[in-house]
């Protein structure tokens, strides 16, 4: 019976998981491309930074809602204004809190930071996906089958 739960679980969530991991991947190329070419333009890099995130976070935010999530649509502009809004700022505490593991697990570990930053980000992935599926895209049809 629990064998059963966890094949389904498994074979529920893998396809999406694994489309939720491309959006995040071509995500970090938007922030990285809009990073050089803000600071190419003469903005300073922090600025650069906050404005290359954003519209990473947003490029996310719609391929997640009209891929990965296509099979549940928003119904209406308010829901998808509120799922906008959901994203956001739910990556926003995201980012905060895989920065501040980063730190934890540097400083007081002494773990290299870029396999701090990794460890942070493999976990976070995981919560923004579990963050995501209950709450900003609520579950899908074929899921609840």
């Not at 498994?10 to 491309?33: A, D, E, Q």
């Not at 930053?117 to 895209?137: D, G, L, R, S």
Request: glycine fraction near 6%; hydrophobic fraction near 50%.
């Amino acid at each position: 019976m629990a064998n059963s739960f966890f094949q389904r679980l498994f074979k529920n969530h893998l396809k999406r998981f694994i489309k939720f991991g491309i959006v995040g991947g071509s995500g970090t190329l938007v922030n990285l491309g809009v990073q050089y070419l803000l600071t190419l333009a003469g903005l300073h890099y922090i600025f650069a930074g906050v404005i290359a995130t954003e519209i990473s976070i947003i490029n996310n935010f719609l391929l997640n809602n009209f891929w990965t999530w296509r099979d549940n649509p928003a119904k209406t502009k308010r829901s998808f204004v509120s799922r906008l809004l959901k994203y956001n700022s739910s990556m926003i505490i995201t980012g905060i809190a895989q920065n501040l593991m980063m730190i934890f697990l540097t400083e007081l570990f002494k773990i290299n930071d870029l396999i701090s930053k990794f460890i942070a980000i493999v976990i976070i992935t995981i919560v923004n996906y579990i963050i995501h599926y209950f709450w900003t895209f609520k579950g899908s049809a074929d899921e609840e089958k």
